[in-house]
């Protein structure tokens, strides 16, 4: 019995050790769960933190080098800013009345009181003397005067009106002003790129200006450029903007550049001012408004800078609005005098020959700084243009290579017009040619066009006479045009 008992005992000690080991599991169990879910929670908040960490990261060097992605806001962007609206703000006439007609182009400055220098007048100035009558009818001057000391502002006034009241009476020339009640917070704004207080205040400020200023210019004209208030203007420079847009009819373009520095000679569409200035206005305090220009452009889907040679505006200041620091920009690509721009007229570009890559035809005929480039043509190969209308042309030029690609040129060659255009739409040509010469180390010139050909000319085209080893560049065909065909 004791024995029994003994084992009883035993056997029921072993259970409650059992039991309390049993219970020790499960609570191990659940202190291992607890501590695991902790460590999953907390790796993924690392992660998704080092993630946004590594986006900021990205998105802050991105911008450093003002390259942000504009495709990844492109859509948002148009849907928020798909509007024509102005900027609701009360504007006072300093000089000048409302405009009574609309013109061709509006030439907006935006001008403040500089420490050292002021070359306001000398800029308005540069831009009548270097127009002609026929060219100041198309044109609007429209002067904001952009600080906030009255008494600078009736100075400027009063020489203005003294200097061009003319053009004022004409309705040529507005001056106008924004009152400081309209702007927003200037102080205590962001930091970016290290910039000290007053000049991330200073280029804030300047981006506001502008945003008034386009505000206010979006229903005067058809186009609109930008000058900075200390700029000098080549001679009818009206004319050769006109031309170039002429060349571009048909293409999309948002900005076209007539200068390398600044904010100097940027054009625009009328119809995009608004939105402009909504953009300068939405991000006035994140970086310089020539800055902020490149990302517009990108997302409305303009990834190319179109910019032409030679420049039509040069920066003439010594002395920056900012602090008076010295400024020496200049652009090397400007000319002064009157320079003859061809017309180009509208046409279809077509070739047989294979094109490398994306140098396609087109690229030939634009003004701006690109060309043609096809792999080595064949004899009988030819590059084609198909005017949109019948022309009188006065005089050719064709040029082929490039300075780094000197051998690239059309070795053996010849151009031609032709008459009697046949086909669709998608396939026209002329059934009859006439040579008007051979090239010549690559070029091609002819003058007097229209007194060695009798008809109106419906096509031209460059006509390889000899196969060669090497590619072919053409750098650019240029084609100006005499009176008005006969109908």
Known sequence: QVTLLYAFLHMRTSLKCFDKMRCLRKRSAVSFLGLLVICLLFMNLYIEDGYVLEGDKQLIRETATHQLNPERYVHTFKDLSNFSGSINISYRYLAGTPLPRKRYLTIGLSSVKRKKGNYLLETIKSIFEQSSYEELKEIAVVVQLADFDSAWCEGMVQDISQKFAHHIIAGRLIVIHVPEEYYPVLDGLKRNYNDPEDR??????????????????????DYYVMLEDDVRCSKNFLTAVKKVITSREGSYWVTLEFSKLGYIGKLYHSHDLPRLAHFLLMFYQEMPCDWLLIHFRGLLAQKEVIRFKPSLFQHMGYYSSYKGAENKLKDDDFEEESFDIPDNPPANLHTNMNVFENYEASKAY????????????????????????????????????????????????????????????????????????????????????EHKVLFDVNCMRILVTKSQKEWLIIRSISIWTSQTPNP
């Not at 991330?200 to 004209?221: G, I």
């Not at 084609?384 to 070795?411: A, C, M, W, Y």
């Not at 998608?426 to 040619?433: A, I, K, L, S, W």
């Not at 008007?436 to 002819?446: D, P, R």
Request: glycine share 10%; hydrophobic share 35%.
């Open 200 to 221: 991330v205040k200073f280029r804030s400020k300047q981006n506001v200006d502008y945003a008034f200023l386009l505000n206010f210019c979006a229903n005067l004209s």
């Open 366 to 449: 634009s003004s701006i700084d690109e060309y043609f480039w096809g792999k080595a043509p064949s004899t009988g190969d030819f590059y084609g243009i198909v005017f949109e209308k019948p022309i009188k042309i006065s005089k050719i030029k064709v040029v082929t290579g490039t300075e780094d690609r000197q051998n690239d040129i059309l070795h053996h060659g010849a151009l031609e017009v032709g008459e009697k255009i046949v086909g669709s739409k998608q396939g026209r040509q002329c059934t009859t040619y006439l040579r008007l010469g051979e090239f010549k180390n690559g070029n091609f010139e002819i003058t007097d066009v």
